[in-house]
């Protein structure tokens, strides 16, 4: 593990929520919403973000390194991939970083939940049928066109009338991305 100050591209996948007609991009595991034009900035309850605490904890904004996403296991099925700029205080680990601060600078597509391959535009956007909605966000999953139009899958999940690549180029302009 190296500790160090710098600028640095890590890759990482988000959920997509939606609250009252705006999107975000959602943190996978602390459900933090990413901020538009504001750094993201690590949090935790036990310490800062600085050497001895970082380095015994598991906190910081995790992405990966980017060339290992053919490795990793595809475990964010039916969320956005994209990339990150990552800086301050920075901890490298064999796959990728923890950072103490973050933003998206791209985003490039889609995980589908059932087959998970990665996906450009031709992805559907649904929720679960079955969806409990313990907060004021909804999470829309990615399901590519071949699996959206599985009779098993769409029993499953509720459609949404927003075309993946219209969602794409609202978040982009939300987070100011290219
Ligand atoms: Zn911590
Ligand atoms: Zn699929």
Redesign the pocket.
């Known amino acids: 593990m190296t500790v160090y100050l710098a600028t640095r591209r890590g890759n990482r996948s988000w959920d997509i929520v939606t609250s009252q007609q705006d999107n975000y991009l959602r943190s996978l595991r602390l459900k933090t919403i990413w901020p538009s034009n504001l750094a993201l900035k690590a949090f935790c309850e036990q310490g800062s973000f600085d050497d001895t605490h970082a380095l015994l904890c598991q906190c910081g904004i995790y992405s990966f390194k980017p060339d290992v996403r053919d490795i990793i296991p595809v475990t964010n099925d039916g969320t956005i991939f994209g990339s990150v700029v990552i800086w301050g205080k920075v901890i490298e680990c064999e796959y990728g970083y923890r950072s103490e601060y973050a933003y998206p600078v791209s985003l490039a597509g889609f995980c ?1 939940l ?2 998970k ?1 990665f996906s450009y535009s031709d992805t559907q956007l649904a929720f679960s049928r079955n969806d409990i909605n313990i907060d004021q966000y909804k999470v829309y999953k990615a ?2 066109n ?2 959206a139009s599985l009779a098993t899958v769409k029993a499953q999940f509720r459609y949404i009338p927003l075309p993946a690549n219209l969602l794409l180029k609202d978040l982009r302009e939300f987070y100011n991305l290219r």
Do not use: G
Request: contains cysteine.
């Open positions: 589908c059932v087959c391959r399901i590519c071949t699996c």
